[in-house]
């Protein structure tokens, strides 16, 4: 299952968006905003993973996971009872915006297999968890976020998590991936029958997806043709 593009406002029911007994779900650029009590509520899901999402204003929680393993990334969540309320399974929790929910800013039970880096956790009423030693002291920050605006939570200029996830990168719902690794590109020229690897260097301030063209000989050296494709990264 993969969703993009979301927008969820006040719903009659419990949840925004309710998911169980799934391989894998892909849920990307996505706004949670009072969904009743929950924004996601996921059960069973083999791989979740949940990228860009915008949590704000519900009752309990703005993510219920239970036995789910995955990934959370660059999301926003504030003014949730918690932010992340989660049952057993595993979770790398990264380049978040965690603050200002009434709760834990990371409600657990059943002893859920945490990696917790590179967010910004602040002013959540009973603190970060019930317990902390999965919670990197060294790359989680806790400072005010600064947001500029309260619709869509942008940060002012001068956040600390502007530019403080990981790689330099800005956190919450705003921030993308920046390559910092140089990608290795196969080059085909049909022209003379070779194939050839080079290295393309790519400013680590580049973000990915990263468009490509590639230009090989067919069937004459005076009339290339161009292909474009994409670079993935891994």
Known sequence: VELA?????????????????????LISRA???????VGISASVIGRLSIQNGL?????????????CSGDLQ?????????????????????????????????NRSNGPALSVTYNDFYDNGLG???????????????????????LDLTLQPAAPAKSLGENGV??????????????SVRKLFRAVGK???????????????LRLTAVYFVPSPFKPHREKGWIRYR
């Open 128 to 150: 970060l968890s019930q317990t902390r030693t999965d919670i990197d002291s060294a790359t989680n920050i806790f400072t005010n976020p600064l947001f500029s605006e309260f």
């Open 74 to 106: 660059f999301c926003t969540m504030t003014d949730n009872l918690s932010s992340l309320s989660i049952s057993g399974g595993s979770l790398i929790i990264k380049n978040n915006i965690i603050a200002g929910n009434t709760g834990y800013a990371i």
């Open 195 to 209: 194939n050839e690897t080079s290295l393309l260097s790519v400013d680590d301030s580049m973000d990915f997806p």
């Open 31 to 37: 706004k949670f905003d009072s969904c009743a009590g």
């Open 170 to 183: 800005e956190m919450g719902y705003h921030g993308q991936v920046k390559l910092s690794k140089t990608v």
């Open 5 to 25: 593009d979301l927008l969820l406002k006040p719903s009659p029911g419990s949840y925004g968006l309710s998911i169980s007994s799934c391989d894998t779900v």
């Open 55 to 67: 949590f704000k204003h519900h009752s309990n929680a703005g993510l219920v996971l239970t036995a």
